[in-house]
């Protein structure tokens, strides 16, 4: 579920920034662009995730 919901949420806020981001300059969305940035985001996060040890509190 935690892929999931990282993925929906990288693909939710990846096109919306550059929705904007593409307003503000003046040309057009590119949703192909926006979401291949969401998955390369997502895969980075999931390998941080891993690399990254437990801490036993």
Do not use: C, E, H
Request: proline share 2%; hydrophobic share 65%.
């Amino acid at each position: 579920m935690r892929f999931f919901w990282t993925l929906f949420w990288a693909l939710l806020l990846s096109n919306m920034m550059n929705y904007v981001i593409a307003n503000m300059q003046g040309i057009d969305y590119n949703f192909q662009l926006a979401t291949i940035v969401a998955v390369i985001f997502s895969v980075a996060i999931f390998v941080i995730g891993s690399i990254i040890p437990d801490k036993a509190a």
